[in-house]
């Protein structure tokens, strides 16, 4: 236990050595020619209807260990197209096995916002991640003190990028509202012992006023927990239990859309249109009855424009061999 409570502590002074050398190697004079501003606003992203996603990009984690295997940041990326309204991507290398070029793989694939996941000291590192292409940033008030984050959403704005300002007390809490913070991420894991508590959100979020934006961050691994959750905040960063699913892509509309079927599908382009919305499996009705009965002709047709969607078949009083015969 005397270990997970040192982590974070660990983290910081680990990365303050590491910013001062890179600040050494590159003045920050020479990292703000290379930062133009973004035009790609987080905040603007999470502003829209409904619950909304950052989809995190992550190998590895202090809690967790080795995450994900067969680690490859485009097919995390394509994974996450359509789905995520943001893109996390971890780009601290000790702890993590993060990186800038993860960042800039994603970038290649995907034009949403991508938050820079790292554990920012100094706004040195907010050039940085915008110099890499980073469009937000990520200002945790257990490691950083008020003057210091305030400095840091300073040197965001004028990158245009947004901040988005974790807590995971009452007493950060505080100190974020008293910031000029309107994204605000409580964090349901103490970092200091890297406990998870869904509570935490549930606890903190009904304090943050309306004109900000609160996003539940750690520990949200189901759709249940979103619909659990989705009454408190505005929305949610997931990482671990999606980058640890053996399809991706499933696990997020799985997440993001629950598990949604489409029926009644007849032409093609009804499927490739559900399967574009976020639909988890489509829906071909074989009864006889029915206005909407497809073909065994027709579905094949249907079934072939949409490739990713897994379908169901709908029988009424049809014979054993005629369902077997279809589903082949």
Excluded at 158 to 166: I, K, P, R, S, T
């Amino acid at each position: 236990m005397a270990e997970q409570t040192n982590v974070l502590a660990r983290i910081v002074e680990r990365k303050r050595a590491d910013v001062a050398e890179r600040e050494r190697r590159t003045p920050l004079a020479d990292l703000r020619a290379k930062a133009p501003p973004t035009s790609r606003s987080l905040r603007r992203a999470l502003s829209a209807p409904g619950a909304r996603f950052i989809l995190e990009c992550k190998k590895a984690s202090p809690s967790e260990g080795l995450i994900r295997q067969d680690f490859d940041p485009h097919a995390v990326a394509a994974a996450y197209y359509g789905v995520a309204d943001a893109v996390s991507v971890l780009t601290d290398e000790p702890f993590f096995q993060g990186s800038f070029a993860i960042l800039q793989a994603v970038r290649e694939v995907l034009d949403v916002p991508i938050l820079c996941k790292d554990f920012v000291v100094t706004p040195y590192q907010v050039v940085e991640a915008r110099a890499h292409g980073a469009d937000a940033i990520l200002l945790m008030l257990s490691v950083l003190d008020d003057a210091t984050a305030l400095v840091c959403l300073g040197a965001a704005e004028a990158l245009g990028m947004d901040c988005l300002v974790e807590v995971h007390d009452e007493a950060e809490l505080d100190r974020a509202l008293a910031l000029p913070a309107p994204v605000i991420g409580v964090n349901n894991r103490d970092l200091k012992t890297l406990k998870v508590d869904l509570a935490v959100s549930e606890r903190l979020a009904p304090r943050v006023p309306r004109d900000r934006i609160v996003i539940a961050e750690s520990g949200v691994e189901s759709r249940a927990h979103v619909e659990r959750l989705a009454r408190s905040v505005d929305g949610f960063l997931v990482g671990t239990s999606l980058m640890r699913s053996p399809d991706i892509a499933d696990a997020a509309r799985a997440l993001v859309n629950g598990r949604v079927k489409v029926c009644g599908l007849t032409r093609p382009g009804d499927s490739r249109e559900a399967e574009r919305l976020g639909a988890r499996f489509g829906g071909l009705v074989f009864a006889e009855a029915s206005p909407r009965r497809v073909t065994r002709e027709q579905a094949e047709v249907v079934m072939a424009t949409a490739a990713g969607l897994p379908f169901a078949g709908v029988f009424l009083n049809q014979s054993v061999d005629f369902v077997a015969e279809t589903a082949r």
